[in-house]
């Protein structure tokens, strides 16, 4: 029996690396899903590839109004959402001394800002049994150079994980953190070999992992398997960031 059938999902970023990775094994699980994306291009090619049960949707989530559309959409077309998963996020090197005003509101804007206000928009349409996992990141609480503003991001996602489970238990929802360790997606494009290979000797399974590597753990938190789970992080890091 399909673990997700009958639910409705949103995955932001659901147009490439572990959003598209995710959205793919929702379906296959019999969700409906809603994906989100500022481009329409990828969207357009995310959608080719995922079937009917799929519904884009081009948004910016840092831009309010394009958020309350895509909420507003969601609405329409579904009228509840049972499984929220925020992996919509960029990641952009920057050591403390080279650290510009724009890049600090650029990655928290996108990867701190935009989830809580999806979440705060989203919630009325949430049922009691609703499942949110927020995609954060083993940078939130390891020290890697060049990576403060984003770690300190992600490490957004775990509190409001913590503060989020504290207030919404009582109407039935769930959330929890999906925290990868380097995955192989698009985000490593500009990445050399060299960087790869260093980041892969760090990694006690001696590898990046796989995007369905990470869409796995979403799935599990996702659905009722996990329904004694809440305000957690799982890490899907080959043990980089636990031995
Ligand atoms: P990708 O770059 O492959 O995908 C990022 C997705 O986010 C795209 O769909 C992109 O679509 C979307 N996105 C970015 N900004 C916005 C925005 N303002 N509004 C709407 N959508 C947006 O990255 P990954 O799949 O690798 O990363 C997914 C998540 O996992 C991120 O939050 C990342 O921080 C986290 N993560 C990734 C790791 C890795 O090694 N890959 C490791 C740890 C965490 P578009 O560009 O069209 O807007």
Redesign the pocket.
């Known amino acids: 029996m399909a673990r997700l059938s009958g639910k409705t999902a949103l995955v ?9 990775a995710t959205a793919k094994r929702f379906i296959e699980e019999g969700a409906l899903v809603f994906i ?4 329409p291009d ?2 357009a090619k995310a959608l080719s590839g995922l079937g009917e049960r799929a519904i884009g949707i081009r ?4 831009r309010q109004e394009e958020l309350l559309s895509m909420v507003q959409t969601i609405e329409d077309r579904a009228g509840q959402l049972d499984i929220l998963v925020m ?5 952009e090197h920057s050591l403390l001394v080279e650290t510009t005003a724009e890049h600090f509101d650029k990655t928290f804007d ?2 701190a800002k ?1 989830p809580m206000f999806v979440m705060k928009e989203a919630l009325p349409l949430m049922p009691s049994g609703a499942s949110v996992v927020l ?5 939130g609480f390891i020290g890697t150079a060049g990576y403060g503003v984003y770690g300190a991001s ?1 490490a957004a996602l775990r509190a409001y994980a913590r503060t989020w489970t504290s207030e919404l238990a009582e109407r039935g929802i769930r959330v929890n953190v999906v ?5 192989d ?4 494009d500009g990445a050399s070999d060299a960087v790869k290979k260093a980041l892969t000797n760090l990694i006690p399974l001696r590898r990046l992992g796989k ?1 369905e590597e990470v869409a796995a753990a979403a799935l599990f938190l996702a659905s009722d398997e996990s329904s004694f789970i809440a305000g957690s992080e799982l890490c899907i890091d080959g043990g980089m960031a636990q031995v």
């Open positions: 932001t970023g659901g147009t490439s690396g572990i959003g598209l989100t994306g500022r481009s990828s969207l948004a910016d989530i840092t992996s919509a996020g960029i990641s996108t990867n935009a995609i954060g990141s083993i940078a992600k925290s990868p360790g380097p995955i997606t698009p985000m490593f995007p």
